[in-house]
């Protein structure tokens, strides 16, 4: 049975940093394909970034270009996302998700999901 288990979220003042953690089981972590997405109430999900693990493979979204970095560390079936300059607009719940086949950043194509960690910044 697949699990993703997030963690690493919190409150924080615009500008601040967080790192949020993914621990994944019952999944083959190595070349796979895993993301960061985010959904604010009201909204859509969106994707932040997302990472093949057998590669150096990236995508980010444009709103957090620069600021985010995605990595993984395959030893620890571990996805991270280092989250910089926050801004009131980061405010969402982030999700880490999985996927089984090609390269893909559009949320319906994931097929594994955690439970999601709340990230709030206040201006």
């Known amino acids: 049975q697949v699990q993703l288990v997030e963690s690493g979220g919190g409150s924080v003042q615009a500008g601040g940093s967080l790192s949020l953690s993914c621990a994944a089981s019952g999944y083959t972590f190595r070349n796979r394909v895993m993301g960061w997405f985010r959904q604010a109430p009201g909204k859509e999900r969106e994707g932040v970034a997302v990472?093949?693990?057998?590669?150096?493979?990236?995508y980010y979204a444009d709103s957090v270009k620069g600021r985010f970095t995605i990595s993984k560390d395959n030893t620890k079936n571990t996805l991270y996302l280092q989250m910089n300059s926050l801004k009131p607009e980061d405010t969402a719940m982030y999700y880490c998700?999985?996927?089984?086949?090609?390269?893909?950043?559009?949320?319906?194509?994931?097929?594994?999901w955690g439970q999601g960690t709340q990230v709030t910044v206040s201006s």
């Open positions: 990472i093949y693990t057998g590669g150096s493979w990236t």
């Open positions: 998700a999985a996927k089984i086949g090609d390269v893909c950043t559009t949320s319906s194509t994931y097929n594994f």
